[in-house]
């Protein structure tokens, strides 16, 4: 591995300033108390940002609800235009966000300018809405009368954001709240806290009205709980862990307001005999490994034919060997660290109870060569066989980069594995004949099916989870209406009435 040396990204000139300061009602305030931002590749803090308290989540909602009643009155192609310099902030400002995505989280920054394309693919298909039909006029029940379905703003949404993609999840949140007439206070995770400080500047800069944006930094147990709490919140968005979500929705299912949930998963790879077999080892690889392997919808457990095992695990064993691990800054690095020590610690810990439990580890395990003496939270690239279906690293999330490969004998055997585990998020089919891929479509209990291809989703798509992995989902017209409420006028315009 190559030395890895940050760069300055606080200071004069850039989005934070010299001193991180959260949004809180249009004002960018300090606390009592700081949180630690930390570097991944090295283990180091390079960066404090606010501990928000309960004071800052009431200044936030009050400011919010007066700001959403005059943005709601905005003309929907008055709100898109706000969208638009938002984007086009996003493009001038796009390679000193992916650096920060890069400082926080530790993806390479190939794929951190991706995530920032992912921001502005956001925003940009929110604005497209512009011209939308909303609402319905219904048939009534007779003459000189109307029956008119509206769409309007829920009110105040909060949206609670994980740390793995912390530019691209802002901005999925936040752009069809600000469309759909809605204010937003966003809760940005503890350990990626600063994309979001930065996005909010620009959408200040933008236009973006005093109150309608806060974004809260600080302990989850103390912001996101207030928020939740409080009597004027809306709505709740999240994407995190299974577990958040559920404690998040009994939380909010006190108050009776609209919870939408993107959570954990455990998407199933499944490679037929008859597959594209590189396409297939390539595409496999592509989708364990991305982002250190911290996606939900990554390849967590790959299905492979019999027929075939042996030769589909040497090929990818051979890719894994080439994957270049290093400085997420180095342009040539195909992935960077995990997240932070606890994460690691996580990923490691399973690995060695799967190795207890009879797995083999054919590449990678713990750190990798050249790490030595690093403090940043580094993790091999790993391919394990020799696991059953019901071994822990099959059934459960391991949200690394960390593959463990199965064999399988027919169609019905490995349904029941994809289906075995609690999550629905993703899957993947690869083969070649029609026939089995849409019988693997009727088959497989998950929100999204991807048939010969991986990601990522599409915005015009639809990112939902069955089972633990969700509730409601994001992108697309379904996730955009996610933002609205519907209320039902009848008229009676009739001269006797």
């Known amino acids: 591995m190559s030395t890895i040396t940050p760069r300055p990204l606080l200071g004069e000139g850039t989005l934070l300033g010299t001193t991180p300061r959260m949004l809180v009602g249009g004002d960018w305030r300090d606390a009592e108390d700081t949180r630690p931002v930390v570097n991944p590749a090295t283990g180091t803090v390079f960066a404090e940002v606010p501990a928000a308290d309960a004071s800052h989540v009431d200044a936030a909602v009050s400011a919010a609800v007066r700001a959403q009643r005059d943005w709601a009155r905005r003309p929907a192609t008055a709100r898109a235009a706000v969208l638009a310099e938002i984007i086009r902030r996003v493009e001038e400002n796009a390679e000193e966000l992916a650096q920060l995505v890069v400082a926080e989280q530790g993806k390479t920054i190939t794929e951190a300018r991706g995530e920032i394309q992912g921001v502005r693919a956001f925003f940009d298909f929110a604005m497209s809405q512009k011209y939308r039909t909303e609402g319905e006029v219904v048939t009534p029940s007779s003459a000189e009368r109307q029956l008119i379905i509206r769409e309007e703003p829920l009110g105040v949404v909060v949206a609670i954001i994980p740390w793995n993609f912390p530019a691209a999840i802002f901005a999925r949140k936040v752009a069809p709240a600000l469309m759909t007439g809605n204010a937003i206070i966003v809760k940005p995770s503890d350990v990626t806290p600063l994309s979001s400080l930065a996005l909010a500047r620009i959408c200040q800069d933008a236009g973006v009205p005093d109150g309608l944006l806060s974004v809260l930094t600080g302990r989850g147990s103390v912001v996101g709980t207030a928020l939740i709490d409080h009597p004027d919140t809306s709505m709740i968005t999240v994407t995190g862990s299974t577990r958040a979500g559920v404690e998040i929705l009994e939380r909010a299912a006190k108050k009776v307001i609209p919870v939408s949930l993107e959570l954990g998963g455990k998407a199933p790879f499944i490679v037929f005999g008859d597959a594209d077999l590189p396409r297939a080892v ?3 690889f592509e989708a364990r490994f991305m982002n250190c392997g911290q996606v939900c919808t990554c390849n967590e457990r790959t299905y492979v034919h019999r027929s075939v095992f042996d030769e589909f695990v040497a090929r990818l064993v051979e890719k894994v060997r080439g994957l270049r691990v290093g400085d997420p800054l180095d342009e040539d690095s195909q992935m960077g660290p995990k997240v932070s020590a606890e994460e690691w610690a996580k990923v490691d810990d399973m690995v060695a109870a799967a190795v207890a439990a009879g797995a083999k580890v054919e590449i990678g395990g713990g750190r990798p060569s050249g790490s030595e003496g690093n403090p940043g939270f580094w993790y091999a690239p790993t391919v394990l066989t020799g696991v059953t279906n ?21 169609e019905d055997e490995v349904f029941d594995f ?4 609690p999550y629905g998020l993703t899957a993947y089919v690869y083969t070649t004949d029609i026939r089995t891929a849409l019988r693997a479509t009727d088959a497989l209990a998950f929100g999204e099916v991807y048939i010969n291809r991986v990601g990522p989703e599409e915005v015009s798509g639809f990112h939902t989870g069955w089972k633990m992995s969700g509730l409601g989902g994001d992108d697309g017209h379904h996730g955009f209406e996610r933002y609205t409420q519907r209320k039902t006028v009848y008229v009676d315009y009739s001269r006797d009435a």
């Open 282 to 284: 390539q595409d496999a």
């Open 390 to 410: 019901e071994m822990d690293i099959v059934q459960q999330e391991v949200f690394g980069p960390v593959l463990p490969i199965v064999p399988f004998d027919d």
């Open 418 to 421: 994809a289906n075995s585990t």
